[in-house]
């Protein structure tokens, strides 16, 4: 392993991917033809080939006790809390144990949180997870109160929860270019595929999301216990089922939410555990934007902001300011100017990865990158080794990030009624991540200490 790493860092690294490497992915090139696109060429996935990289699969110390999230109580703390609290619960009797293989999947979801990572990539339960939210019954459905644009919390069979958006524009439609970003609509289709794109990223730190075709009339008017939310159902003109809710912004008669006539493109996303089990802080964004038409932010007018960020706490210690630049990458890359606040888990302190939620005004335009977004890889100047070696390894054409995205996505079950991102959606991505290559080698062309290197023990390692 430690020859490999030192290869991909090498200045013969790109001679090396030009060579076999590019050799083979120009035999197995995806096949793009009359509109139709082939995601595999005889069982050769490109997904799968990188999930099978080294860079995707670095051991990990198994997590000790204080690094889970969540923990099944034991039969003594059971006890504890029985004779402390009021007997009599006569509520709901739930048929799952200790045993996991009683679990349903979002409690094995919540279970397997931990301090460095959301989810397992490799964890069988997410299939599952997944599949649940796509296909089981809708119990019921409320507005999630909290934010500023409609979504709704949906409640399934088995005690799991769901934050839904709605499909509210056409999956092709271009953001006008004459707004602002504060005044953009969320796209369910941009937190189905921030989801794949973070994962391929290796960070792991966006809840699962998947795609649903619901009917508006059974599965939401027909369930819901919310007056207020089936107070705002009408039909259209064109005889489409419509409602709208309520919340700050587009929330009226003029900006609906249609069925055609009845059938809805929704995301899915899997709810993290209650924030009474899980308390979580959050943190505004050192680069939040001013969220003016007029205002500039500090960091837009202090080309060394970066510097007073370095010695502030958190950002002063550990990988907090790393895992910004982690962040402010996956939102250059899908191109979310939306990163007002992030989350982390108030258990792990410090010491922990942050939470990349909501992401539905990504993926707006695709014709235009916004160079703002890397200002805390270009102000600082310093990035984890593990994500620009995974960065270098997806713009290679074996492995290329548009063709594992198109891959990933394809996955997702809304993917049967269209792709989930068109074609200039896929291409920007790799038109970006040349960019913040770039940006990369333009630091480490003036500054020695870019690479904060987390894989140093993996070299360390003998072969
Ligand atoms: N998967 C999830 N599980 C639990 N809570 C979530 C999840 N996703 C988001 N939330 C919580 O719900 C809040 C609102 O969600 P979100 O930010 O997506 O909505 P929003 O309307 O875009 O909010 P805002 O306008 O503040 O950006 C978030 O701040 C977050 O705390
Ligand atoms: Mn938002």
Known sequence: MLLFFSELNSNTWHHVGKGSLGEAAEQEKTLIGAGKVIQKVKGHSKLEALFRHPLYNLPRPEPQKDDWLLRVKTREDVKETESEEEEGDDSISISWTR??????????????????????????NLVQLTHSLATQRILGAVQKTGGTQLKLLISFPNYGQALLKPMKQPRDAETN????????????????????LDRLLGFNRIPPVVGRLINVTTEIR????????????????????????????????????CGQPHALEV?????????SLAPRRSWRSP?????????????????????????????????????????????????????????????????????????????GRHSRDEPSILAPLQQCCRIRRSTLLRLRLLSLPSFRLSDVMR?????DPLAG???????????????????????????QDQHSDVIYDDLDEYDQQPD
């Open 267 to 275: 995301s899915l996303a899997a709810m993290l555990p209650d924030l």
């Open 99 to 124: 045993d996991v293989k009683t679990h349903p999947p979002w409690l094995r979801f919540h279970l397997g949180i931990s301090r460095w990572e959301l989810y397992n990539r490799k964890d069988p």
């Open 177 to 196: 270019e004459n707004l602002f970003y504060f005044s953009d609509f969320e796209r369910h289709n941009a937190e189905i595929a921030a989801f794949h």
């Open 407 to 411: 891959e990933s996505l394809a996955q």
């Open 417 to 443: 009624v269209a792709p989930l991102l068109s074609e200039p959606h896929l291409s920007a991505l790799d038109r970006r991540l040349a960019s913040v290559l770039q940006v990369v080698q333009a630091c």
């Open 287 to 363: 680069w939040r934007r001013a969220y003016s038409r007029t205002k500039l932010a500090q960091w837009e007018k202090d080309p060394t902001y970066c510097d007073t960020v370095k010695q502030t706490p958190p950002y002063n210690q550990g990988t907090r300011l790393v895992d910004l630049i982690d962040m402010a990458v996956l939102d250059f890359l899908m191109s979310n100017m939306d990163r007002h606040h992030y989350e982390t888990f108030e258990k792990f302190g410090n010491e922990t990865f942050l939470l990349h939620l909501d992401n539905g005004r990504a993926f």
């Open 222 to 257: 027909e369930v819901t216990t919310d007056h207020r939310l089936s107070s705002t159902f009408f039909t259209s003109p064109v005889g489409n089922m419509c409602f709208y809710g309520l919340c700050e912004y587009y929330c009226s008669t003029e900006h609906p939410v």
